[in-house]
Antibody
Framework: QVQLQESGPGLVKPSETLSLTCTVSGGSISPYYWSWIRQSPEKGLEYIGYIYYTGSTNYNPSLKSRVTISVDTSKNQFSLKLSSVTAADTALYYC????????????????????WGQGTVVTVSS | DIQMTQSPSSLSASVGDRVTITCQAS??????LDWYQQKPGEAPKFLIY???NLETGVPSKFSGSGSGTDFTFTITSLQPEDIATYYCQQYDSLPITFGQGTRLEIK
């Protein structure tokens, strides 16, 4: 069955860039949508954005100016970069498959996060 | 953004009880709602899609209903393994948003 695994530094300094990678195993990264979600006591579960295997993306407007999600189909991986981090970006970061019939710029139809990675804690601190 | 409000925030119930959680959307989202279960130390698990349809393999003791702005999630005959936090999530419009969660405990 499809499994997801997040990897990346657990500690990032303020103002630097958080970088995480999600490796998809047991299945192909195409033709699906893939997402990053984070969880903190302050904000609960927060959608960061998605990427389609073709490379099209959607980002949460609250993070859009700082977020980049990319995909490497040859490695069956997708990645998250979040720039200019502050303590407010300290959270448990999950990658997840967004099962959707179709996503436009405003909607994802018949969608759900049906497969999740185990999550990785990222702390922003000097 | 569409705001999702769950109630109660926490709930204590006895084994065998029927438990109901509500989720209210800040605007009409039709049936574009999913439910998740998150056990301590684990990632969320997808349970219900389109407000009332069980994901494959999810026990029938879980159910969901509702449309528009008001939704419910029910567990019949609560068991110790059901102890978790439950979240609703809308996908009617981007950004996708989650409720704040309902923490379920055993009395």
């Amino acid at each position: 069955q499809v499994q997801l695994q997040e990897s990346g530094p657990g500690l990032v300094k303020p103002s630097e860039t958080l970088s995480l990678t999600c490796t998809v195993s047991g299945g192909s990264i195409s033709p699906y949508y893939w997402s990053w979600i984070r969880q903190s006591p302050e904000k609960g579960l927060e959608y960061i954005g998605y990427i389609y295997y073709t490379g099209s993306t959607n980002y949460n407007p609250s993070l859009k100016s700082r977020v980049t999600i990319s995909v490497d189909t040859s490695k069956n991986q997708f990645s998250l970069k979040l720039s200019s981090v502050t303590a407010a970006d300290t959270a448990l970061y999950y990658c997840a498959r967004l099962s959707a019939s179709y996503c436009s710029s405003t909607n994802c139809y018949n969608s759900a996060f049906d497969i999740w990675g185990q999550g990785t804690v990222v702390t922003v601190s000097s | 953004d569409i705001q999702m409000t769950q109630s109660p925030s926490s709930l204590s119930a006895s084994v065998g009880d029927r438990v109901t959680i509500t989720c209210q959307a800040s605007q009409d989202i039709s049936n574009h709602l999913d439910w998740y279960q998150q056990k301590p130390g684990e990632a969320p698990k997808f349970l219900i899609y389109d407000a009332s349809n069980l994901e494959t393999g999810v026990p029938s003791k879980f159910s969901g209903s509702g449309s528009g702005t008001d939704f419910t999630f029910t567990i019949t005959s609560l068991q110790p393994e059901d102890i978790a936090t439950y979240y609703c999530q809308q996908y009617d419009s981007l950004p996708i948003t989650f409720g704040q969660g309902t923490r379920l405990e055993i009395k």
